[in-house]
């Protein structure tokens, strides 16, 4: 039997608890730490998921040799400090989305990783979805031709996370929903299109709904109570043009709140057909023998995407494939979101 790979949870949070779910399902994996600054949750979750050890102090996880890769899921802001002093001890880094606030912070963590010789894997859980894979290797055999748009939508009604708490704070967050949620379907859409040179934005976001706090009217809200005498300085909805060279166009909408129902899917439109990613449906609007044809793509549509996520994050680590999606992915993605808050911000067109 191989040696299982011992795994340091970093931030026992809603994500943390999703990744020990997940790795308590891998034979590869055993989790061996974890880590928060709040004593109480760590004990709690620790208890929960049945690890051994524990800290308070990331640093003091990261000196324990036995620690061979750690989750970092703690929020955005310490994304590039924990991965970066990670790769200093020596760990390989499964990193969360959104990978850090700025892609200036995202070339940082690229030279850590390059010197410490270890691997990155970010957290772009989406493509392990039955959905997006089945649509990758459609598109990959040519079955959509040419793409030329992409329509990105993620709108939900009312849905902020912790209102006044670190996801509505700009120093901490980097941003609102643009760079919580559009992260993944900006990953998707190019990753299923294999247009990865995004080169021009023109992009408007706004803050609608965070302010004054108490005005938001909500049926739930995750990531803890809201806090009244938080910040909310952060985008709400985001809409803008992004440009490949002059060989494709993506056009998206996010919203963590607006008055419109919620949707959410990915629309890649090619010459030879157009397919939707979301909701379930996969069905290529086409034409065959010379007939307007509809072809609906059979998927598996059971599968846990974290388990498969973090499955192949440990196959990576013992030679046996790639990370599921790549250090230098994230970084178009930062670049990407870097360029959509600068046009919003100066009202033009912007390189990205
Ligand atoms: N892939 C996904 O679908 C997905 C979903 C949710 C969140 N996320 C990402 O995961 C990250 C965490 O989000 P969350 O919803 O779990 O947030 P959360 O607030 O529920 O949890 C974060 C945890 O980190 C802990 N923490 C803060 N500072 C720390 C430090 N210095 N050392 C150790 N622990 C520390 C907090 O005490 C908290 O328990 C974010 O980057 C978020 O964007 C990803």
């Not at 620690?67 to 790769?87: D, G, M, Q, T």
């Not at 009604?157 to 967050?173: H, L, N, V, Y």
């Not at 040179?197 to 992009?203: F, I, L």
Request: glycine fraction near 10%; charged fraction near 25%; hydrophobic fraction near 45%.
């Amino acid at each position: 039997m191989s040696k299982k790979i011992k795994i340091g949870i970093i931030g026992a949070g809603s994500i943390g608890s999703v990744h020990a779910n997940a790795y308590a399902t891998l034979a590869d994996a055993e989790l061996y730490a974890l880590c928060d600054i709040l004593p109480e949750r760590l004990a709690e979750k620790a208890a929960l998921h049945n690890i051994g050890k524990t800290y308070e102090n990331y640093e003091d996880l990261l000196a324990d040799p036995q620690i061979e890769a750690v989750s970092v899921c703690v929020p955005n802001h310490l994304h590039a400090p924990i991965a970066i002093a990670a790769f200093k001890a020596g760990k390989h880094v499964m990193l969360e989305k959104p990978m850090t606030l700025n892609a200036k912070l995202g070339e940082d963590i690229l030279a850590a990783r390059d010197q410490a010789g270890k691997l990155l894997q970010m957290g772009m859980v989406w493509r392990q979805t039955p959905e997006a894979e089945v649509v990758k290797q459609a598109v990959d055999a040519g079955r959509l031709g040419e793409i030329y748009q992409i329509r990105v939508k993620l709108i939900r009604r009312r849905g902020i996370p912790g209102m006044g708490g670190w996801f509505t704070t700009k120093a901490m967050s980097g941003g609102g929903g643009l760079i919580d949620i559009a992260v993944h379907f900006l990953d998707l859409a190019m990753w299923t299109s294999g247009l990865w040179e995004p080169s021009k934005v023109s992009a408007k976001t706004y803050a609608k709904f965070g302010s004054p706090m108490k005005d938001y009217k909500y049926v739930n809200m995750w990531a803890g109570p809201p806090n009244y005498d938080g910040v909310f300085d952060v985008d709400d909805y985001a809409t803008g043009l992004v440009r490949f060279g002059d060989k494709a166009t993506l056009v998206f909408e996010v919203a963590w709140a607006c008055n419109a129902e919620p949707e959410s899917y990915i629309e890649l439109l090619g010459d030879k057909g157009g397919v939707k990613v979301g909701m379930g449906d996969t069905t290529i609007l086409t034409e065959v023998d010379g007939y307007i044809a509809d072809v609906k793509l059979d998927y598996k549509a059971e599968r846990d995407r974290f388990a498969a996520e973090l499955d192949k994050f440990l196959l990576a680590i013992q030679g046996k494939g790639e990370v599921a999606a790549s250090g230098e992915e994230g970084l178009v993605t930062m670049r990407l979101l870097d360029a959509i808050y600068k046009s919003s911000e100066e009202n033009a067109e912007v390189e990205v």
